[in-house]
């Protein structure tokens, strides 16, 4: 509840303080498109853990250390294998954009089965596979954790998630995606924050910075930049001259928001959010039952048997706000915050408010719920 007062406060005090927004770089507000990471995955074993590793209750480690030992010509096929020294992890990694084969990538790695750490683990030789299902990296290495774990024979103590594990440069990009940024004769610009008048703000800077008419926007997102003659071929530096681009938005873009997480009790409201006239009250009712059975025994030697007798007590009350705030129209963010703060309400009660306010249709934002 402070936290959440708190952070009302920072806002109420933003709030009452003209909108000043400096200049951004066109790099700052936008990214490239075709220019992105992609994601790889792939399955393999983490061996040589301390008595640590997947229980025989988990068959898929000992048939994936059968299949790896006998394509090294150690195992039979039809030899079963149980070993608490290897766990089978989800391997995952992220491909840069315009990495080269040699590149080394960092790699994460998580537990599928029942292993209970991977410390001191080494990554067998994993290869990670992306979308289309092709092998673009292979994965190895010893894994480093973010705790420790230590048990005895009555105790155990651990820190931290030995579940997880990261190698920094554990992965060794072994093919790059086919994408030629030089080759395109267009580019794409899309904006992290769609928004009309940003999109249009970044055309009109673009084609300003180069001096001619190239930039035009498709919508609130997207701005296509047809690559100019004297950029033919080097479409990479056209993209760097256009980064480096300044616009200056005259207002923060996106329209007035207002997010509500019920799950962790967060609200977080724009500075541009408006109320129209409303009047606000709210009071809580507690209902508590408790349950107290009572065991009831007849007397000695009596033919009659002991039986529990429920009792239940029910008590009821209503908190004593009985507040009421009228917020004019027009009312900002501040108003707002003072008027929830001086109902010494609870940050559960100010979701409650909010959402009421939005159905009353007296909140000129979009309420959206947080993830």
């Not at 092709?134 to 420790?148: D, K, L, M, N, T």
């Not at 594990?165 to 030629?180: L, N, S, Y």
């Given at each position: 509840m402070n936290g959440a007062r708190l952070v009302f406060a920072l806002l109420a005090a933003l709030?009452?303080?003209?909108?000043?927004?400096g200049q951004s770089r066109i790099k700052d507000i936008a990214t490239i498109g075709g220019v992105r990471e992609n994601g790889l995955v792939g399955t393999g074993?983490?061996?040589?853990?301390?008595?640590?590793?997947?229980?025989?209750?988990?068959?898929?480690?000992?048939q994936s250390l059968r299949g790896m030992l006998q394509r090294q010509g150690v195992a039979s096929p039809d030899q079963t294998i149980r070993s608490r020294a290897a766990a089978i992890v989800s391997v995952s990694a992220a491909l840069p954009p315009f990495a080269l084969p040699g590149t080394r990538i960092?790699?994460?790695?998580?537990?599928l089965g029942d292993a209970m750490s991977l410390q001191g683990g080494i990554l067998q030789p994993t290869p990670l596979l992306g979308p289309d299902g092709e092998v673009y990296a292979v994965a190895q290495g010893a894994v480093s954790i973010g705790g420790f774990s230590a048990a005895g024979s009555a105790q155990s103590v651990t820190?931290?998630?030995?579940?997880?594990?990261?190698?920094?440069?554990?992965?060794?990009?072994?093919?790059?995606?086919?994408f030629d940024l030089n080759r395109q004769a267009t580019v794409t610009i899309s904006l992290l924050n769609p928004d009309f008048s940003l999109a249009r703000q970044v055309a009109r800077a673009i084609n300003a910075g180069l001096h001619a008419e190239v930039a035009h926007m498709l919508d609130n997102a997207n701005i296509e930049v047809t690559v100019p003659p004297s950029y033919g071929g080097r479409a990479a530096e056209l993209v760097a001259d256009i980064e480096s681009l300044p616009v200056q938005p005259s207002q923060s873009p996106g329209a007035a928001r207002v997010v509500i997480d019920d799950r962790t009790g967060t609200i977080v409201l724009g500075d541009q959010v408006r109320l129209s006239t409303v009047a606000i009250s709210h009071g809580g009712l507690t209902v508590r039952v408790t349950d107290a059975p009572q065991v009831s025994q007849p007397p000695p030697f009596s033919?009659?048997?002991?039986?529990?007798v429920p009792r239940t007590n029910v008590e009821v009350s209503e908190g004593g706000n009985d507040h009421v705030v009228v917020l004019p129209a027009g009312s900002t963010i501040g108003d707002l915050v003072n008027s929830l703060?001086?109902?010494?309400?609870g940050v559960r009660d100010q979701i409650e408010i909010l959402q009421a306010v939005k159905q009353a249709g007296a909140i000129q934002a979009d309420v959206v719920a947080g993830h």
């Amino acid at each position: 509840m402070n936290g959440a007062r708190l952070v009302f406060a920072l806002l109420a005090a933003l709030a009452v303080m003209p909108p000043a927004f400096g200049q951004s770089r066109i790099k700052d507000i936008a990214t490239i498109g075709g220019v992105r990471e992609n994601g790889l995955v792939g399955t393999g074993i983490v061996a040589g853990l301390a008595g640590t590793g997947d229980s025989p209750a988990f068959p898929a480690t000992g048939q994936s250390l059968r299949g790896m030992l006998q394509r090294q010509g150690v195992a039979s096929p039809d030899q079963t294998i149980r070993s608490r020294a290897a766990a089978i992890v989800s391997v995952s990694a992220a491909l840069p954009p315009f990495a080269l084969p040699g590149t080394r990538i960092d790699v994460a790695i998580g537990v599928l089965g029942d292993a209970m750490s991977l410390q001191g683990g080494i990554l067998q030789p994993t290869p990670l596979l992306g979308p289309d299902g092709e092998v673009y990296a292979v994965a190895q290495g010893a894994v480093s954790i973010g705790g420790f774990s230590a048990a005895g024979s009555a105790q155990s103590v651990t820190q931290g998630v030995v579940a997880t594990a990261h190698i920094t440069g554990g992965a060794v990009v072994e093919r790059a995606p086919k994408f030629d940024l030089n080759r395109q004769a267009t580019v794409t610009i899309s904006l992290l924050n769609p928004d009309f008048s940003l999109a249009r703000q970044v055309a009109r800077a673009i084609n300003a910075g180069l001096h001619a008419e190239v930039a035009h926007m498709l919508d609130n997102a997207n701005i296509e930049v047809t690559v100019p003659p004297s950029y033919g071929g080097r479409a990479a530096e056209l993209v760097a001259d256009i980064e480096s681009l300044p616009v200056q938005p005259s207002q923060s873009p996106g329209a007035a928001r207002v997010v509500i997480d019920d799950r962790t009790g967060t609200i977080v409201l724009g500075d541009q959010v408006r109320l129209s006239t409303v009047a606000i009250s709210h009071g809580g009712l507690t209902v508590r039952v408790t349950d107290a059975p009572q065991v009831s025994q007849p007397p000695p030697f009596s033919p009659g048997r002991t039986v529990v007798v429920p009792r239940t007590n029910v008590e009821v009350s209503e908190g004593g706000n009985d507040h009421v705030v009228v917020l004019p129209a027009g009312s900002t963010i501040g108003d707002l915050v003072n008027s929830l703060n001086a109902l010494h309400l609870g940050v559960r009660d100010q979701i409650e408010i909010l959402q009421a306010v939005k159905q009353a249709g007296a909140i000129q934002a979009d309420v959206v719920a947080g993830h």
